[in-house]
């Protein structure tokens, strides 16, 4: 069971280009998120999705695009890359029902030049 | 607005001395608080997480103080282990609104052998 996967791991793009970040999970989870970590700020919430073509902003959206046509995907796409959007970005998923725990994927780590 | 803060930035602890790293959150309705361990490389995992109906939670060497009326949360590892080197982050939030979680900002745990 591969869990909640992330791809790629590593990513260079250049300032304006247009990157997605892709989220894969195998448990059926009904929530999936996106986070970005940056050093002095944790983990900030850019998008999550409580289901299927359902999806709310979170703290810090602008610059970003989300989708979820299916339940096991959730993609993130950076329109058009800056240098601010250099970060390690992290997926996770949850069950529905209550405030129960995320699990994270694995983590890409993105550098704008 | 940082809603949960968290301290110390950074710990460095005697294998067998006890870790104890801090975090106060802000807004009252919060009732669920994770706290979450990272090690290099890799995605955040949950540790141990409490409801503020008890004030104290235990998982072997993990245990969660809670005070609620200075709202105010703390975790303690005893007979802190070089393996516990990570980065710890605490979280908290809502249960029937929405599904955000507010992170600290983390703190690096460092046990020297």
């Known amino acids: 069971d591969a869990g909640i996967t992330q791809s790629p791991r590593y990513k260079i793009t250049e300032t304006g280009r247009q990157v997605t970040l892709m989220c894969h999970q195998t448990?059926?989870?009904?929530?999936m998120f996106w986070y970005r970590q940056d050093l002095g700020h944790g983990l900030r919430l850019i998008y999550y999705?409580?289901?299927?073509?359902?999806?709310d902003k979170g703290e810090v959206p602008d610059g970003y695009v989300v989708s979820r046509s299916k339940t096991e995907n959730f993609p993130l796409t950076l329109e058009s890359a800056t240098r601010s959007q250099t970060s390690v970005y992290f997926c996770?998923?949850?069950?529905?029902?209550?405030?129960?725990?995320?699990?994270f994927g694995p983590g890409t780590r993105l550098t704008v030049l | 607005q940082q809603q949960v803060k968290q301290s110390p930035q950074s710990l460095i602890v005697q294998k067998g001395g006890i870790s104890i790293i801090n975090c106060a959150y802000e807004?009252?309705?919060?009732?669920?608080f994770p706290w979450y361990q990272q090690f290099p490389g890799k995605g955040p995992a949950l540790l141990i997480a409490?409801?503020?109906?008890?004030s104290e939670k235990k998982e072997g060497r993990f245990t969660i103080s809670f005070n609620k009326s200075a709202k105010q949360f703390s975790l303690h590892i005893m007979d802190s282990q070089p393996g516990d080197s990570a980065t710890y982050f605490c979280?908290?939030?809502?249960?029937?609104?929405?599904?955000?979680?507010?992170f600290g900002t983390g703190t690096s745990l460092t046990v020297i052998p």
């Open positions: 996770a998923s949850r069950l529905a029902g209550g405030a129960d725990t995320q699990y």
């Open positions: 448990w059926s989870h009904s929530y």
């Open positions: 999705s409580a289901a299927a073509d359902i999806t």
């Open positions: 807004n009252t309705a919060f009732d669920y």
């Open positions: 409490i409801r503020p109906d008890v």
């Open positions: 979280a908290a939030s809502l249960t029937n609104t929405g599904n955000q979680f507010y």
